[in-house]
């Protein structure tokens, strides 16, 4: 059936197949309504028929309905049973997710052609053969964190990549709103965040040792508006978006818009030269951080106040996660300036490390004490962390095996395997090659659970995330080209119960991703073709930073 990701089971009983045309009718259950309307827009417009409503029962029919038992059976609340007989098509899920992530594979049933948003031929039937599928995931946490501040995706952008992560079975966006080359939210108490924090003059073209500079102007942010919509788009293809706003590193754009949230006494004197600093045009880490001062904590309570809004705790499960960043914060400035030493001594913090983990510890309080839970890079564990807070462990698998030992929940991912902007092939035409060699098939052989946990440990592996970091990635072709085909592979790791890493069936994989990548290019996706990029797809002459040998197991 060449499913990705593959099902926990599928039965091919024979018998008649089920053939969906222009009599087809749907009925939908209580509750699955939006995946009634998610098969009518989506398959519906690829197939031109109509998919009527039925409530009568007559007819050949696609029905949808929610079992609640079924969880308790599968092991999942997202689980489906999808059955397609000569009599029709049941899908049903132990919630509406579950029902959804039945649709989903429907569509896969159908051929590459139901992928796409009008039909290309005067075909009126489409065949799909007899068969049973029980499915459930492996993991609850599957995401995708996209960076949007390095380079701003548009919304019409962010829309198609829920699609894309939905068609994958991925449920949760990470969206990294916030860095020190951009802000990317409005924010009405603050509109200079967005007016001075949300562009840049020019941008580094390359690693940034490259030479090159893009020489106009690059910027864009979302409204609240569009926050709302990308946040109910997600939600009706039970994707949650949690958000990320980064304190205390990383916080350049902002520091430009309100030069009051940085470190003034050494700010203008060693590291801004007396001129204003701006957002940065340029990669790597600012040593522009955060002032630990009782005006930054407001100000940026006040950012989370509206960010809480536009991102409201519901049933979703993860829908109480604000991650809060926390990595890569130089301490520098806060050796070199008076007023953070004297902040320190105030507070009685021996050193810079606890001084950030005063920052962190502020902001999981603040959280936790509006119903919602921080959850931030592994650095954050550093000097401790409150109950309740979770981790994003991704300079390796020791911050994942810390928190969770230390009683955290974590969501595994590594940079040595799912930092998607690395290079997936080590030939000289990769356009601007960055990091280690990630294959498509390193990526398949991805364990995320970290070796020596015990299974009360390893039960707080929420689960798994991928993450596209921009600064080399231009436009969304270059992103798609960064994460196909290489996302389905890191999808399978996610969803479906795989063996451990050396018995993974690859060839079988790939001979999956032969039908999957017609699939791709029915959705309009530029991954990275097998035998290597397209002459559009290079980017001859533009420096990146290979790395090379082993990673390194931070
Ligand atoms: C990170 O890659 N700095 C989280």
Sequence with gaps: MELIPAPSSVDTPGGQAFVLDEGTKITGGRGTWRVVDWLRTTVGTATGLPLWPSEDGEGLRIRLWIAPPLADELGSREAYRLTVDGQGVAIVGASEAGVFHGAQTFRQLLGPDAFRRAPVSSRRSWEVPAVVI????????????????????????????LDLMAAHKLNVFHLHLTDDQGWRIRIERHPRLTEVGSWRARTKFGHRASPLWEEKPHGGYYTQDDIREIVAYAAARHITVVPEIDVPGHSQAAIAAYPELGN???????????????VWDSWGISPNVLAPTDNTLRFYEGVFEEVLELFPADAAEFSAFIHVGGDECPK?????????????????????????SWFIRHFAKWLSARGRRLIGWDEILEGGLAEGAA???????????????????????????????????????EPVPIGFVRTLEDVYRFEPVPPGLDASEAGRVLGTQANVWTEVMENHARVDYQAFPRLAAFAEVAWSALPAPEQRDFAAFEHRMAAHYRRLDALGVAYRPPTGPLPWQRRPGVPGRPIDGPPPNR
């Design 264 to 278: 003034t006494d050494v700010l203008t004197a060693s590291i801004a030269g007396g001129t204003a600093l701006s």
């Design 391 to 429: 981790v994003s462990s991704w300079r390796g698998y020791g911050g994942g095996i810390a928190a969770a030992r230390a009683g955290h929940e974590v969501v595994m991912c590594p940079e040595q395997h799912v930092y998607l902007d690395h290079r997936q092939a080590d030939g000289a035409d």
């Design 134 to 161: 029980h499915d459930a995931p492996r993991f609850r946490w599957r995401g995708l964190m996209l960076d949007v501040a390095r380079h701003f995706m548009p919304k019409e952008g962010v829309l198609r990549y």
């Design 332 to 356: 520098d400035q806060w050796r070199a300036s008076p007023a953070a030493q004297a902040r320190m001594k105030e507070l009685g913090l021996a050193d810079e490390d606890e001084l950030q």
